[in-house]
Structure formats: structure tokens, C-alpha cells
């Protein structure tokens, strides 16, 4: 197979169409078979349900080209069960994990064209998402849906090298006790444009957001879970029910465990503590991680050791530990790996 004349190493993070994407309706209480489309546009009528409402909810998972030239992904398995988690609680019918699978693997496979070599460090971004799509004017759910799945290949994250990140302490909360932060929704991220645009003005680089309840527990960043190191390379990460269960950090606690031979612990971390710690990381499917160099709580710096020109020791092993996992260097546990045929 031919791939596109694209300069991969340069890719940004962003949208390129692609030949194909996929999508199944769901109507009279049923999916329908669904199939891979040309047509990069979605037409709907003016009153759906996501359009009124924001009854949308969304996935984020890459392909990559193996050492040995194979195109995979990593724990798709775990994609499909988080959005029937978001579906369900949004009132949206679940796409049954088997379909999700099968899905994710016919996208790739059109566009195997457009999954960037290995070594380019760029991958394949793929976005499966769902929304109410009939009129909806009462407050209630949609009752047709699409499921789609669009890909774009997408640029090394640490262009030109690692970066450590400024991250501020917000003042705003990205979630509510018992409101829908440990769920992918599209709402969760309307609401939370208002604070990065603010930080990057401001000069920083994320938000980290405190614990709904009581403001004085460590939660999560707008898109993405935070890992700690303590100094005697303990690897910490908060817990919590407004937490987005991140499929990256869940892995890298498994690698730190089982790989590393590291202690990890999955236990409410409160922002008084954060000081005595060794390294900070933030974790998505996007970077793997990102490391921080200073937290900045009103005026407070707290830095951390390994600074702003490089990750951590700890931060840098479990990076290149799951990166070798995904790119086929490293041997994967069972079921990590799926490839596409
Ligand atoms: C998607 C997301 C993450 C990262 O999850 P991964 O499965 O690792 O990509 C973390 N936090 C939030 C709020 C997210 O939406």
C-alpha cells in the first residue's frame, strides 16, 4: 500500500481529512449496519438534540506502525467500554464494544494509506464520537443517533523535543460531586475553553483542577490525569469520582507496577502535599506524557527537581516503557495490542 505524500515529521495536531470515516445510525431502537463514507460532512436538522442540548459524547485512541512494519491499536477494548459508560449516562444507546472493535479496525484499515510510518513519531488520531441527531425541543433525549469514527494523522507530540509544562492551580471547577466529570462528554470541554484560553493568556499552559467538594484535592486537567513520582519513586495518582478514567495513566500504573517494578498507589492527593514530590506528569493519549516542571498555586511556584529542560528520570522511563509497548519494541501484556488485518 501507498501512503500519502505527507510530511510527517512536521504534522501539527489537528484535523486533515481523510478518505474514509465510518458511521451507523440508530433509529426505531436499533443500529443500523453501518458502513465507511467519503463525505466529510455531517447534515442534521437544526433542532437535534446535540445541537439543543450538547447530548454528545466522544472517544480518543491512535494507530501506529510497528517496529516490524504492522499497523495497530492500543487497548481499543477500553475505548469501547468508556463510551458506553458516557452513553449511558447521557441517556444515548450503547454501540456494543464487538461493533465498536470491528469499526475502528474497517476505518483504519481504508486509511491504512494515512498511518504514518515508523519512526516519524507522528500516528493516526482516531475519533469515534456520538450524538443525538432528530429534533429535540422538550428537554429529553434524541431518540436517533449517529456513531461515527473520523481519523487524522497527527504530529510527534514533543516537536523539536520535551517541553516541561507551566501548569497553574484554576479557580474554576471542570466538574460537579456527582455531576459528569468521570464521563467523555462534549460538555465537560464547552465549559472548560473559558479557563485555558484564560491560562494561556495568563501564560500558563493547563489548568489543574482541585476536587469539586471541598477544593483541596488534586483531580485532573482539562484533558488529561496527572501522575506524581514521590522521592523515594513511589508512583502516585489521584482518585477520585470526577476523574475521567484516563486509559494512558491506567496503563502506566500497570507498566510502573509490572514493568518497572516500581510501588504505585491510586489514593486522594491533596494539594498541601504536592510540594514534598519528586515529579509531576500529565497523561492523555495524545503526549503519553507531559511532563511538569512547576505547578503555580496564586503566586505560590512549586518546583519541581528535574526542571524545565527535561522529564523526570521516573517520568522518562515509564514514557519510553509504554511507547515501546505501543510502537512493538517492547513486549506487550495480553490483550494490549490489537493489529489490524
Ligand atoms: C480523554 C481524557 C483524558 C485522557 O484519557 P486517555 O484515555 O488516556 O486518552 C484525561 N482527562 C480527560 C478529562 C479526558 O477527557
Redesign the pocket.
Known amino acids: 500500500m501507498e501512503k500519502k505524500n505527507i510530511d510527517w515529521g512536521n504534522l501539527g495536531f489537528g484535523y486533515m481529512p481523510t478518505d474514509y470515516r465510518y458511521v451507523s445510525h440508530f433509529k426505531d431502537g436499533a443500529w443500523n449496519a453501518g458502513e465507511l463514507t467519503t463525505d466529510s460532512n455531517v447534515v442534521i436538522n437544526e433542532c437535534a438534540g446535540v445541537l439543543q442540548y450538547a447530548q454528545t459524547c466522544f472517544e480518543?485512541l491512535k494507530a501506529y506502525t510497528t517496529e516490524d512494519g504492522r499497523i495497530v491499536t492500543f487497548r481499543p477494548d477500553l475505548n469501547a467500554e468508556r463510551l458506553e459508560q458516557s452513553a449511558v449516562r447521557l441517556r444515548m444507546p450503547v454501540f456494543p464494544k464487538e461493533r465498536f472493535l470491528e469499526a475502528v479496525d474497517q476505518v483504519v484499515k481504508a486509511n491504512a494509506a494515512f498511518v504514518p510510518p515508523y519512526g516519524s513519531g507522528a500516528t493516526l488520531y482516531l475519533r469515534p464520537y456520538m450524538f443525538g441527531s432528530d429534533p429535540v425541543i422538550g428537554v429529553k433525549p434524541a431518540t436517533e443517533y449517529q456513531f461515527r469514527i473520523l481519523v487524522t494523522p497527527v504530529g510527534p507530540y514533543f516537536k523539536g523535543g520535551v517541553k516541561p509544562l507551566t501548569v497553574r492551580i484554576s479557580d474554576l471547577d471542570r466538574a460537579a460531586p456527582h455531576g459528569t466529570g468521570h464521563i467523555?462528554a462534549g460538555l465537560?470541554y464547552a465549559m472548560s475553553l473559558y479557563n485555558i484560553v484564560d491560562a494561556h493568556e495568563q501564560g500558563y499552559d493547563e489548568n489543574i483542577y482541585l476536587d469539586p467538594g471541598t477544593r483541596t484535592y488534586i483531580e485532573?486537567t482539562?484533558?488529561?490525569?496527572i501522575i506524581f513520582v514521590t522521592k523515594d519513586n513511589k508512583v502516585i495518582t489521584p482518585k477520585s469520582d470526577s476523574i475521567?478514567p484516563?486509559?494512558?495513566?491506567r496503563s502506566l500504573m500497570t507498566v510502573a507496577k509490572d514493568y518497572l517494578g516500581l510501588e504505585v498507589e491510586e489514593r486522594p492527593v491533596a494539594l498541601s502535599e504536592v510540594a514534598d514530590f519528586a515529579e509531576c506528569g500529565l497523561?492523555?493519549?495524545a503526549a503519553v506524557i507531559s511532563p511538569v516542571g512547576k505547578i503555580v498555586d496564586h503566586g505560590r511556584e512549586i518546583a519541581f527537581p528535574a526542571g524545565m529542560e527535561k522529564m523526570g528520570p521516573i517520568t522518562q522511563k515509564l514514557y519510553d516503557t509504554l511507547t515501546g509497548i505501543q510502537m512493538g519494541r517492547l513486549e506487550a501484556p495480553e490483550g494490549w495490542i490489537r493489529e489490524i488485518k
Do not use: H, W
Open positions: 480518543g467523555k465537560n485532573e482539562g484533558g488529561a490525569n475521567l484516563s486509559i494512558t495513566r497523561c492523555g493519549t
